[in-house]
């Protein structure tokens, strides 16, 4: 992530990697948290695992967090006979839009029998709630620090946690075009082509591009709507983009009507995505017909961010069946 990049009216996706940040932060932050009730005593005794994805981002001039991260803490405790206990918590899913009650501790107790119980009931009624505060407590530490380094404009008040519906496409003006894309009048087009290859069945690259709850998911976007129907009209990240179905056969080829915010009024291009299955994998033969001029670069790189490369994490597309 550039501090440098061009961030034409906000409009630019600035991000910034967090992941060695935050690893360090729940090690010491989670580190030496304890709890006693009793006669029994427990405490965390360190992070053993940390995996996912920690970003900060700048949309259109707003600071938003989007991570996801799964933790595994190692704890050590003593009953009220003295009996001494070791264990794990696993924690799933540490999310932008986990809710303080919603998270998750799986509680693994080493040589677990009765006498051990009452450190298992100490973290499941006292200890998990100084983790829970701990934990929604992050993204705040998150924006506060890193918030900076992605912001362009002076406006820094303007920060949040999204929902799902946060993620967004960037549409951002290359540095080449000068000419404002919502002029009306006529629109100087060009055309997109290009093959690509998901690991997933034409079956299943079909469904989803078209099923609203799957579209939904790689678009990180509650929001987003389509029906899989000629006619019908969808719209992707809070209307950023939008278009209509013109032609469908299943699991073989989607024709769209389909155009970016920013374009000029009432101007799409034609996205026109042909299926063809191999043995453990389909090639998409894709083109866009009517892109304006100067938009061609960021048109080619929100589907392959955007798109794709969600669609791969999303859904595990981009590993062999």
Known sequence: MSKDMKNVNNWHWVDKNCFNWAKTYFEETLTDVSSSKNGASVKITGVTSFTGDVDVNQRKGKIITIFDVAITLSFEGTTADGTEVTGKIDIPEVAHDTDEEDYVFDVTIDGENNSKRPIRDLIRTDLSTKLRELLYGFA??????????????????????????????????????????????????????????????????????????????????????????????????????????????????????????????????????????????????????????????????????????????????????
Do not use: C
Request: proline fraction near 4%; aromatic fraction near 8%; hydrophobic fraction near 30%.
């Open 140 to 321: 705040d530490k998150l924006i506060k620090t890193h918030g900076k380094d992605v912001q362009v404009e002076s406006d820094f008040s303007r920060s949040s946690t999204p929902t799902p519906a946060a993620a967004s496409p960037s549409v951002s003006v290359p540095s080449a075009s000068k000419a404002p894309v919502n002029t009306a009048g006529v629109v100087n087009t060009t055309t997109l082509e290009e093959s690509l290859e998901l690991h997933a069945t034409a079956h299943d690259i079909y469904d989803v591009l078209l099923n609203q709850d799957k579209v939904r998911v790689w678009t990180r976007s509650s929001s987003s709507t389509i029906e899989p129907k000629v006619g019908s009209k969808f719209s992707f990240f809070g209307g950023n983009v939008t278009g209509e179905i013109k032609e469908l056969v299943e699991d073989k080829k989607i024709v769209q009507s389909w155009r970016l915010g920013t374009w000029a009024t009432g101007h799409y291009s034609t996205v026109t995505m042909e299926l063809s299955q191999n043995t453990n994998s389909t090639v998409i033969k894709f083109k866009q017909e009517g892109v304006p001029v100067g938009e061609q670069d960021t048109t080619r790189q929100n589907w392959s961010n955007y798109y794709w490369n969600e669609i791969k994490r999303a859904f595990g597309y981009g590993l062999d069946l």
